[in-house]
């Protein structure tokens, strides 16, 4: 294995250590398949979350800074924010904090207060993103270890990551990134029209009549697709889909079981990590057994 | 500071306008008025409500006559809205016209302040710094010039026309340059036009004919506009002409090229089948470096290039690009006695034009023949051997089965002349935009490498595209049209050529570019089939279109529901802020059309229709009353609904319909966008040749958007029609006769004042250091050697002074903003 070339700090976030549990697996492994140092936060908190922003929006702000300022005392590196929902809120923060002087200020106050400062200068990533222009496509092609031929997936990005911070210009309505990624990796992907449409969200919680609705129409575009899997990019996302299969089922009156993955999950087998150190036994839509086992890439 | 000493006959009046409330409710105009009085030089200050009106003009040349005053500043608006006008009534009271200053206390002074004390503050700064210079300023003359009659109008579209009809109908010569082959514009390729349903072929091409048969109008089409110099009355123009390839002066329009060519143009896309199998796939040219081909299938290489080894081993497997390498001498036939190729191909055409479609029809099986006309065009005409025959085995009767491969994947041009000539359709021609997601090529014109736009071209020549031509690509072969044209009018060797012309104004007259619906990845337009933009429906609709007028979904299905999204780019803050204007109309247009020519639903998603002409809420009622479905909300998305790998799907319109305030899905089969009109791509570019502004959005700046909107800044030159912002047909047709009348006054003028704001040597002081001549922008400034100084052409000097700020012996004087009135009026400020 190559030395690390690019390291990045990385930004967890609470959904990773729990219903995300499996991604942050898969995650690591695949850095670490290829060579890509992944140094966690120390002491990080709360993202700042995307409920709280708009109750209270300073001190929010103020919070998901401290994330940014104790990523900056480590060194100068990325910071790498699976979860959506974090990498939304970190992102905005740092834009926000760089075009208002005003609530910089008050925002370096209440970091001043904690010893701490905040320059702004790392970006911040999503994995998918790093992993598809920081290492290329073709770079991943050929680091794999098996193809992933046989499987159909239907790619799925959500909106957070996509369309506020307009991370995936020009297609920020049609992502292709992930497409393109598991294509060239030997699958197949459906051309799913509902790749950035909402899963929910906190409705799923709040009003669960609509969550249901919403989440309903994406599984079953995707059955009728004819995927063998959906492929997430967000914890939020993935849970949503993945945890309601069976009321869904139930009020659609036809079958919506569809296993849910992290992209990070069918990319660890194709780059040839042990299947076992990839999360799978998270599923709760279980993966059939057979599909972990690939064929040898090129064959 | 000091304070000048006012020269002791000055006597100047100043006179503060209230503007009713403009200026007044920000600034303290009595005060001004009062400060003024007190300024040294000053003999009379007044202020009045309106000072450009006749009463307060009749004041100023009251005062002038009565109190003797040999100086005026006006302190109201800005000079480009009346300084003529106070200039006009100095004038008329016996004063120089150079003896007056404007000061401006409206836009740049009330409307942008709120503060009131220091609002007229700065107003009596302003009037002071006007007080200071119009006090040395010196009378001047203006200097008259000549107007050449002739008139250029850049872009022929329905405003070229109709205003090069105007000035050529006044007796008055007129040049129409074009950049397309030919005139017509956007216009050319509606089939109905709104409110009316006038067939717009009808209205348009009787103009256009009549363009070509005029003597005065002197028709460029294929021309592009190189480079502008002058002014108002005596402009020179390049011209730069792009190689037609046809002489139109020869060519007689009788089509016999375009029914012999035996090359594709359309569709750009397209893949050369042999045998189902794709042979040859082309592209567009990208970065115009010719087209992009590509051969791949080495199961199609001849028996021989694939093994090297006789007919009799012949066998799919798959070889390398080595192996492919074969010496293609051994593809050499011996030539055949008899007739040459082209005598063969020309006498295979004349054999097809006699056959009936039916009988076409019955011989097009797909099942080769073996009948060799592939490989003798591709051998004899072409020049590419590309196509070789072989023996593939025997037939029941013993004979050999002959079938036709590639002799090597570089050989194939891609010109498709061996799907023309192919009697069965064993080979064939396929357009990529039939493969899912393709974007159709709609076009008016025919599909052969020489075409006509459209039928009714004028002029009525073809052009060759050089991309496409198998004799310019192949660089000898093919040449049919050559053979065929009994004038003699086609010219290989034709290369562009620049004309140079005098003309006294211009006309800008370049309407506007269809937005790209693909930037805006939500509608799917390049993405999914059947979801098309405004123009291209259009086209389908015309009767010289694809579809022959027949309203068709890609795989050639009836439409069952059609949705028509309103707003695609405009009234967008993403993309367009402004309305469009015209696309409500077309749109209802399109469903009128859609209804009288399919039984199909249509859907308009719309956010507000805007039917604000004449007849125009009229056609919305009786749109309506067909039937059409309206839904008040922005189409927010298309969606393809598929099963499995289905291949065709039901597209859904996705809005929020904010009549009943709920989330709505739409099933249709088409979808048509009524996209943005934006500014030509280019403007910018001739923005700059011709010295004009752009308003933020892009489009052609006009004088004043009330009362000068087909005037620039620049004398002399003019807008009309969707250059100047988007517009329908009568709105552009009447910009049209506007800017011709404009032209036609000046014409009957003669002659024209110019502002002698020029820049002049003092000999005496010039050092003949050059530095003037290279940053002159409009290379108005000469050296002669003998007398070691630079002198000044003032025909090509505009008054911009960057030479005045650059001599370094302060040798160049600006006429009308000579230093000592700068420094003047900056002292006003200043003190």
Redesign the interface.
Known sequence: MAAPTTDYAYFPGCSLESTGIAYDKSLRAVFRALGLGLHEIDDWNCCGATAYMSVKETVSFAISARNLALAERQGPRDIVAPCSACFLVLAKTRRFLQERPALREKVDEALAAAELSCECRARIRHPLEVLVNDVGIAQLRAAAKRSLRGHRFACYYGCQMVRPERYFE?????PMAMDDLFRALGAATV?Y??KVRCCGGMQMVTNEPVGLDLTQGLLD?AV???ATAIVTTCPMCQFNLELYQDKITARAGRDLHLPVLFFTQPLGLALGCDPAALGFEHQVVPVPGDSLTLAEAGS | MTTPTPEPDLRIGVFVCHCGVNISQTVDVESCRDFAAKCPGVAVARDYKFMCSNTGQEQIERDIRDLRLNRVVVAACSPLMHEPTFRGACEKAGLNKYLFQMANIREQCAWVHDDRRLATEKARALINAAVRRVAVQEPLEPFEAKINSATLIIGAGIAGIQAALEIAEAGHPVYLVEREPTIGGKMANFDKTFPTLDCSACILTPKMVSVSHRPNIRLRTWHEVESVSGFIGNYTVRLRRKARFVDPLRCTGCGQCISHCPASRLPSRREILLGGAVMTEVLPPSNGDGPHRRSWDTSLLHPEAQTGTGPEQYSHEIVSDEEIATDLEKFAQPRRKGPSPMQRYLKLVSAQAKMTEEQIGKRRTGECTGCGFCTEICDGLVGATAIRMAVIGKDGKGKDIRRPFLTSLEACIGCGACAHVCPTGYLDIRDQAMRRGGVKDFTLGNDRAIYLAFPQAVPKVPIIDPLSCIHLQTEGGCGVCQNVCEPEAINFDDREEIEEVQIGQILVSTGFQLFDAR????Y?HG?LDNVISSLDFERMLNSNGPTGGRIRLKDGREPRAVAIVHCVGSRDENHHRYCSRVCCMYALKFAHLVKDRTSAEVYQFYIDIRAYGKGYEEFYSRVLDEGVHVIRGKGA?V???????QSDGILHVRCEDTLIGKVRDIPVDMVILCNALEPQGDAGDLAAKLGLSRSPDGFFLERHPKLDPVGTVSDGIYIAGACQGPKDIPDTVAQAQAAAARILATVSKGAVLLDPIKASVDHDHCSGCRICNTLCPYQAISYDAESNVSTVNITLCKGCGTCVAACPSGAINGAGFSDRQIMAELEGILV
Request: one cysteine or more; hydrophobic letters at 25%.
């Open positions: 020009p297609d920020r309505e049609f051309d029209p509902l575009c009728s697709l004819g | 930037g805006m990845a939500q799917g993405r998305e969606i393809e609904q598929r099963w499995g790998d």
